[in-house]
């Protein structure tokens, strides 16, 4: 089983690949997910844990289709 910590930094890794793909600063994917700049800058080094709520709000400020 991998820590959590491990598990933070992959998904912040991914997400951050997600917004970049998307030309999307992360202001501007704060603004579309609903949640604060300093919360994508921080989930995004691996430093927040993140709801499935949340992320899904994150996801689909990235257009991705795996929470609709």
Same mark, same amino acid.
């Given at each position: 089983m991998q820590d959590d910590s491990n598990i933070l &930094?992959?998904?912040?890794?991914?997400?951050?690949?997600?917004?970049? =793909?998307?030309?999307?600063? &992360? =202001?501007e994917l704060a603004e579309k997910s609903g949640v604060d700049r300093t919360f994508i800058g921080g989930l995004e080094r691996g430093e927040r844990n993140v709801s499935v709520m949340t992320?899904?709000?994150i996801l689909r400020g990235v257009n991705s289709q795996i929470c609709n």
């Amino acid at each position: 089983m991998q820590d959590d910590s491990n598990i933070l &930094q992959r998904i912040g890794a991914k997400i951050k690949k997600l917004r970049l =793909e998307k030309g999307l600063s &992360q =202001e501007e994917l704060a603004e579309k997910s609903g949640v604060d700049r300093t919360f994508i800058g921080g989930l995004e080094r691996g430093e927040r844990n993140v709801s499935v709520m949340t992320l899904c709000d994150i996801l689909r400020g990235v257009n991705s289709q795996i929470c609709n």
